[in-house]
């Protein structure tokens, strides 16, 4: 094989990991929104909130030290050598529950039957809270998360494509960031584990009810206040997932809150109502993004990554509003 | 639990007393008091706007009237919300049908199965074991509402894609599935060509003969209303206007007057 072709298919590969750590963050906008109608603009920021949490338990941080300090002039910062990460993981996962129940509780018990817009706002506004408290409770410094997920590139794939280019040809084989294969490969499970979930169970096919109609879910008994705890926390550990593979790769940072900006592209492309459109959106986005930057990147001064997927959701908001997966609109008149 | 039809007992399954309900200063209903008998099926009628479908919405908890009171089964009922009341054993259908129209009719079926459904979300998740026991229990049920409504080869089918008629049928068949004590009704043959609303008819009397389910129905078919029920109450401008058998009640003067019109036959 050419260099080229295998520089391609190099791109390809990464665009498509990149995709799925994308879908990851889509993935939380779609559950809440299936379920609800609210886009959650909180969702980015719930990833980060996790992601810090997870550290803080970790590597065993007392919660609102600043603030503890500042008040009482101590200066404690650590209770303890911190716990596993299999315990953290599960006291991180008991906390995005509790969220959940709280944010109904306060919240969104006050704004059923409100207007789209109206959800929406609130949602903006859970999302400045939460980077606040946050802030307040973890402090805002740049953190390193390590789950013990390997990482770095592959040395037994880039041996493997070293052979495929021509003999003699100075070719050094394909990079591939093992973390971004156990990306890949964890939110394979996930939607696999969501969908068996929703289909096969009652309270999975309580959800369905949900998102399919509201008030008929209603007639047949099934509470909407349960249904959107269960649907909150679910979200809330698809964001701890998202939370902890984006925390692996670039540390846990509040610019973390703003890859939910890079989930609506993918949004748009999927459609706002499609487990599998999310996953498909992202890929698509991931290896477009890829793939524009290497041909045509190099013509109008590169940094194409930055804007290329909000074209293409746009092209596509021109063409397929209703997104590729995505239930089109039908009025019947 | 299985009634025949001339074991209409006298007891009340819900008295409704003095039910007053407005929107600002739209007034819906004005001091209607009814009861519904165990076993029967009542019939609520009367012109476009004479508030029948708020009387339901009453009943079954998605309005809630500022004077009156809604006995069940011997006990006054607090305000519900619908999820509440559907827990309670009050089932039923929506003048314009609100099935989950993505799912098939065996998912819909099955939701109507819920509040019977106990393992918890561990269980759940793990599928195996008592879940699956329970799931297939349920389905058990079913598949008998399925075969009783004859509706075998849609079982696989999304709702959304079926016909207008089979939905309303489909519709019933949630509610049935859910062993409801109390079945309502909204305008269960409204849009249906005749061949069709002989089926749903017959449905009616059966699942009212076989389960012995009490049954309200709102229904503007006169001579379907004749037929199926045993009493009716007729309500105009949301009062009430009669209440009895369906012979009296056609014989009503007032009724005549208000409802029937011209057709004095």
Same mark, same amino acid.
């Not at chain 1, 920021?45 to 500042?70: E, K, R």
């Not at chain 1, 509201?214 to 959107?228: E, F």
């Given at each position: 094989?050419?260099?080229g072709l295998l520089n391609v298919i190099e791109i390809i590969l990464n665009g498509l990991m990149t995709g799925v750590m994308y879908s990851l963050v889509a993935?939380?906008?779609?559950?809440?929104?299936?379920?609800?109608?609210?886009?959650?603009?909180?969702?980015?920021?719930?990833?980060?909130?996790?992601?810090?949490?997870?550290?803080?338990?970790?590597?065993?941080?007392?919660?609102?030290?600043?603030?503890?300090?500042?008040?009482?002039?101590?200066?404690?910062?650590?209770?303890?050598?911190?716990?596993?990460?299999?315990?953290?993981?599960?006291?991180?996962?008991?906390?995005?529950?509790?969220?959940?129940?709280?944010?109904?509780?306060?919240?969104?018990?006050?704004?059923?039957?409100?207007?789209?817009?109206?959800?929406?706002?609130?949602?903006?506004?859970?999302?400045?809270?939460?980077?606040?408290?946050?802030?307040?409770?973890?402090?805002?410094?740049?953190?390193?998360?390590?789950?013990?997920?390997?990482?770095?590139g592959s040395?037994?794939f880039?041996?493997?494509t070293?052979?495929?280019?021509?003999?003699?040809?100075?070719?050094?084989g394909m990079y591939i960031d093992v973390l971004d294969v156990w990306a890949a490969g964890?939110a394979v499970?996930?939607?696999?584990?969501?969908?068996?979930?929703?289909?096969?169970?009652?309270?999975?096919?309580?959800?369905?009810?949900?998102?399919?109609?509201?008030?008929?879910?209603?007639?047949?008994?099934?509470?909407?206040?349960?249904?959107?705890?269960?649907?909150?926390?679910?979200?809330?550990?698809?964001?701890?997932?998202?939370?902890?593979m984006w925390?692996?790769k670039s540390?846990?940072?509040?610019?973390?809150?703003?890859i939910?900006?890079k989930a609506?592209p993918v949004?748009i492309l999927g459609?706002?109502?499609?487990?599998?459109g999310a996953i498909i959106g992202g890929m698509i986005i991931g290896v477009g993004e890829k793939l524009f930057e290497y041909s045509i990147g190099p013509?109008?001064?590169g940094a194409t990554e930055n804007w290329f997927a909000y074209v293409l959701a746009?092209a596509f908001?021109?063409?397929?509003?209703?997104?590729l997966?995505?239930?089109?609109?039908?009025?019947?008149? | 639990?299985?009634?025949?039809?001339?074991?209409?007992?006298?007891?009340?399954?819900?008295?409704?007393?003095?039910?007053?309900?407005?929107?600002?200063?739209?007034?819906?209903?004005?001091?209607?008091?009814?009861?519904?008998?165990?076993?029967?099926?009542?019939?609520?009628?009367?012109?476009?706007?004479?508030?029948?479908?708020?009387?339901?919405?009453?009943?079954?908890?998605?309005?809630?009237?500022?004077?009156?009171?809604?006995?069940?089964?011997?006990?006054?009922?607090?305000?519900?919300?619908?999820?509440?009341?559907?827990?309670?054993?009050?089932?039923?259908?929506?003048?314009?049908?609100?099935?989950?129209?993505?799912?098939?009719?065996?998912?819909?079926?099955?939701?109507?199965?819920?509040?019977?459904?106990?393992?918890?979300?561990?269980?759940?998740?793990?599928?195996?074991?008592?879940?699956?026991?329970?799931?297939?229990?349920?389905?058990?049920?079913?598949?008998?509402?399925?075969?009783?409504?004859?509706?075998?080869?849609?079982?696989?089918?999304?709702?959304?894609?079926?016909?207008?008629?089979?939905?309303?049928?489909?519709?019933?068949?949630?509610?049935?599935?859910?062993?409801?004590?109390? @079945?309502?009704?909204? &305008? $269960?043959? #409204?849009?249906? *060509?005749?061949?069709?609303?002989? +089926?749903?008819?017959?449905?009616?009397?059966?699942?009212?003969?076989?389960?012995?389910?009490?049954?309200?129905?709102?229904?503007?078919?006169?001579?379907?209303?004749?037929?199926?029920?045993?009493?009716?109450?007729?309500?105009?401008?949301?009062?009430? @206007?009669?209440?009895? &058998? $369906?012979? #009296?009640?056609? *014989?009503?003067?007032?009724?005549? +007057?208000?409802?029937?019109?011209?057709?004095?036959?």
């Amino acid at each position: 094989m050419s260099i080229g072709l295998l520089n391609v298919i190099e791109i390809i590969l990464n665009g498509l990991m990149t995709g799925v750590m994308y879908s990851l963050v889509a993935l939380g906008f779609v559950l809440i929104f299936k379920a609800s109608g609210i886009f959650n603009y909180a969702q980015g920021v719930m990833a980060l909130f996790a992601a810090l949490t997870l550290v803080g338990f970790q590597t065993g941080q007392i919660p609102f030290s600043h603030l503890i300090n500042a008040m009482f002039g101590t200066n404690v910062h650590n209770w303890g050598p911190g716990l596993p990460a299999v315990l953290a993981i599960i006291l991180t996962i008991g906390v995005m529950i509790g969220f959940a129940w709280l944010f109904e509780r306060l919240v969104l018990k006050h704004m059923v039957n409100q207007e789209p817009i109206i959800l929406f706002m609130t949602t903006i506004g859970l999302a400045y809270f939460m980077e606040g408290f946050g802030d307040l409770m973890w402090g805002a410094d740049i953190k390193a998360l390590d789950l013990g997920i390997p990482s770095g590139g592959s040395f037994w794939f880039e041996d493997i494509t070293k052979t495929w280019a021509a003999a003699g040809s100075d070719y050094w084989g394909m990079y591939i960031d093992v973390l971004d294969v156990w990306a890949a490969g964890i939110a394979v499970v996930m939607v696999l584990a969501l969908t068996l979930f929703s289909q096969y169970t009652r309270i999975g096919r309580a959800l369905r009810a949900v998102a399919d109609d509201h008030q008929a879910a209603m007639t047949v008994g099934i509470s909407l206040r349960t249904i959107w705890v269960i649907v909150w926390s679910i979200a809330g550990v698809v964001a701890l997932v998202a939370g902890i593979m984006w925390g692996s790769k670039s540390g846990v940072q509040f610019s973390l809150s703003l890859i939910a900006l890079k989930a609506l592209p993918v949004l748009i492309l999927g459609g706002f109502t499609s487990i599998p459109g999310a996953i498909i959106g992202g890929m698509i986005i991931g290896v477009g993004e890829k793939l524009f930057e290497y041909s045509i990147g190099p013509l109008i001064g590169g940094a194409t990554e930055n804007w290329f997927a909000y074209v293409l959701a746009l092209a596509f908001l021109l063409f397929r509003p209703q997104g590729l997966f995505g239930e089109k609109i039908i009025e019947r008149v | 639990m299985v009634n025949t039809m001339e074991s209409t007992t006298q007891t009340p399954v819900m008295e409704l007393k003095n039910i007053s309900l407005s929107f600002g200063g739209v007034k819906a209903l004005t001091d209607i008091s009814f009861d519904i008998r165990e076993g029967e099926i009542r019939a609520l009628i009367g012109p476009n706007g004479a508030g029948k479908s708020s009387m339901l919405n009453v009943i079954s908890g998605f309005y809630h009237p500022q004077i009156g009171e809604v006995w069940f089964k011997g006990e006054k009922r607090p305000p519900m919300k619908p999820y509440q009341v559907a827990r309670q054993g009050v089932a039923r259908t929506f003048q314009n049908i609100a099935l989950f129209k993505g799912m098939s009719t065996i998912d819909n079926l099955m939701t109507g199965r819920i509040n019977h459904m106990k393992v918890n979300l561990f269980w759940q998740a793990l599928w195996k074991g008592p879940a699956e026991r329970e799931e297939i229990a349920h389905r058990e049920r079913v598949e008998h509402v399925i075969d009783f409504l004859e509706i075998q080869a849609i079982r696989k089918t999304p709702v959304g894609r079926l016909s207008y008629g089979l939905q309303k049928r489909v519709e019933l068949g949630r509610a049935l599935a859910a062993d409801a004590q109390l @079945l309502l009704l909204d &305008e $269960p043959m #409204a849009g249906m *060509n005749l061949e069709e609303k002989e +089926d749903m008819s017959r449905f009616i009397i059966d699942v009212n003969e076989e389960f012995g389910t009490t049954i309200v129905l709102i229904e503007h078919d006169m001579s379907v209303v004749m037929d199926l029920s045993d009493r009716v109450v007729v309500l105009d401008y949301g009062r009430k @206007l009669a209440d009895g &058998e $369906p012979e #009296a009640v056609r *014989n009503d003067p007032s009724v005549i +007057d208000a409802y029937l019109g011209v057709s004095h036959d």
